[in-house]
């Protein structure tokens, strides 16, 4: 591909850790041109004045707005905080742009369920019309689609953990999974400082993470029953990864490794155990890869389901990589083979 046809991609949102992460991978893409970075706070600066490892990419932050983009780029990635996307991402799209939103705005099909978690949608006539980018389960919708919604990073692990069990499972799902700070984002919080995180693991926002109706509503989607769905998400003291363990009852007679095998069998970025063996976060470390264990547990006859993804790799930055190959009719293993750096 020469640089004639490389498809130009603008980055907004671009020095916070989903944003720095999507132009370490596009950086290397042999399919994109990155031709506009965004930043309110950092608008006039260079972009390696920020993120100094990114210096091979020369270019200037400038603030978010359509004519920032608009001309310079064929298709955006949005990588702001819930309520911020929308009015962006209306004007990209009425310029002809296709966007894929990293953020929440459009993940939901349920409006009301949105704002109930979130407050008022800026933008709710575009819900109808955004494709929920799970890149596995979307692919037929990802080609043509103009507007895609990139899941969140704790759905992302669940739903790969669960989907492919739907109308086998009865009774409560209980989700426990576990994140690194970077999944918080950039900003400075007290509860991220290293002193707080450093040697501890600790729940947080019990009950009422954000992230819990978005997996309810896909799980349902799917036929997987997700009404009594329990999640606790907790802090590690680490900079990316995140692992989740799922505790679901199956029906009698269940074919666990037939329906993972069955699901995923031939999936690039899913690396199945099976009942022996475990996830690692070091093995997903920078990629955008997902491992997926289970065991199934004769005496409480529950069956666990255990998965691991890099935060920022499948559960942001990598998924949206991914999304934009399938919709620019690309290999979508394009500019993501890379394997995790060990140690």
Not at 199 to 216: A, I, L, S, T, W
Not at 244 to 260: K, L, N, P
């Amino acid at each position: 591909m020469t640089a004639a046809t490389r498809v130009r991609v603008a980055v907004v949102g671009a020095t916070g850790y989903a944003g720095a992460e999507l132009l370490r991978l596009l950086a290397a893409h042999p399919g994109v041109e990155v031709t506009t970075v965004t930043s309110e706070q950092d608008a006039g600066s260079a972009l390696a004045s920020v993120h100094p490892g990114l210096a091979g990419l020369e270019l200037e932050l400038v603030s978010a707005s359509v004519d920032n983009i608009v001309g310079n780029a064929e298709l955006a990635f949005v990588a702001l905080p819930h309520g911020s996307s929308g009015p962006l991402v209306s004007g990209l799209l009425a310029a002809g742009l296709r966007v894929v939103d990293l953020g929440a705005d459009f993940r939901f099909d349920s409006l009301d369920v949105y704002q109930q978690w979130y407050g008022d949608h800026p933008c709710p006539e575009l819900l109808e019309g955004a494709v929920y980018g799970l890149s596995e389960f979307a692919r037929s919708e990802l080609a043509e689609a103009r507007l895609v919604a990139n899941p969140g990073c704790y759905p992302t692990g669940v739903l790969f953990g669960l989907l492919p069990l739907a109308g086998q499972t009865s009774g409560p799902i209980i989700v426990d999974s576990k994140s690194g700070t970077s999944g918080a984002g950039r900003a400075a919080l007290r509860e991220g400082l290293f002193a707080e995180v450093n040697e501890n693991v600790k729940p947080y926002k019990v009950g009422e993470h954000r992230h819990q109706p978005e997996m309810v509503e896909k799980l349902e989607a799917h036929g997987v029953d997700a009404s009594r769905l329990l999640f606790t998400p907790q802090l590690l003291p680490l900079s990316r990864g995140l692992l989740s363990h799922c505790y679901v009852a199956t029906a009698e007679g269940v074919d666990v490794s037939g329906a993972f095998s069955g699901a995923y069998a031939d999936e690039p970025f899913v690396r199945l155990l099976g009942g022996e063996g475990v996830p690692s976060l070091a093995r997903v470390r920078g990629t955008n890869m997902v491992e997926i264990a289970w065991r199934e547990h004769s005496q409480s006859g529950l069956l666990l389901v255990m998965t691991a993804i890099d935060n920022l790799g499948k559960g942001a930055a990598g998924q949206a990589v991914q999304n934009m190959n399938l919709m620019l009719g690309l290999d979508e293993t394009t500019g993501l083979l890379a394997t995790a750096a060990l140690p």
